[in-house]
């Protein structure tokens, strides 16, 4: 916080942290109406198949934990990057990007799965909303994939120091912004069709 001639305090919020922060706002806006979507037509399918014909919770419960574990390592990666150990800053960074990547990977198995066993977007109501719901995450996590390839890939081209810290600091708050909204998914859309 620095002074200013009329004896205020100044701001010392970076914008590119703050433009994060009001994307995501608007984004937690976005989730909330497709989230609300699939609870107004949740049970209201006229023809199967149903959520619980296709579910496999165990396997939901992995790539819950995998995706969960990429926020440990995206935590480990901007402590390292803030301590200029920059070699375990980029294996942090790369085993985000890998586990981000397997929870892609069982995204596409699920998806391909379930159309396999009937459910496509225009079957009934279960599959269109979850199939837009699911999908506009799993687009998510491929975005921040992509963030974080780029992020990896520059520390390469030039040296990064603790000084590019915000860079990291502003997809480590997308990164958890997915986690945090697909567990709500998970407990919104899988754990609740079971209770």
């Known amino acids: 916080m620095s002074m200013t001639s009329h004896g205020y305090r100044s701001s010392n919020i970076k914008d590119p942290k703050l433009l994060m922060w009001i994307f995501l706002a608007s984004d937690c806006m976005f ?5 609300g979507t699939y609870l107004v037509y949740r049970g209201r399918s006229l023809v199967g198949p149903y959520p619980q014909d296709l579910f496999d919770i165990p396997l939901t419960t992995i790539s819950t934990f995998v995706l969960l574990m990429s926020s440990f390592l995206m935590v480990m990666a901007l402590y390292y990057l803030r301590k ?5 800053f980029r294996l942090a960074t790369f085993g985000v990007i890998i586990f981000g990547s397997i929870f892609l990977g069982f995204q596409v198995f699920e998806f391909s799965h379930f159309a396999h066993e009937g459910l496509t977007l225009q079957q009934n109501l279960f599959g269109s909303s979850f199939y837009v719901l699911t999908g506009t995450h799993g687009i998510h996590v491929a975005i921040g994939v992509l963030w ?9 081209i030039r040296p990064m120091t603790s000084k590019d810290e915000v860079y990291l600091d502003v997809a480590a708050l997308y990164w958890h912004f997915v ?3 697909w567990i709500v998914i998970f407990t919104v859309v899988y754990l609740i069709e079971f209770i």
């Open 31 to 35: 989730f909330g109406s497709l989230i």
């Open 179 to 181: 986690d945090i909204v």
């Open 84 to 88: 200029n150990k920059i070699q375990s």
């Open 148 to 156: 974080l390839i780029s992020l990896l890939i520059t520390s390469y």
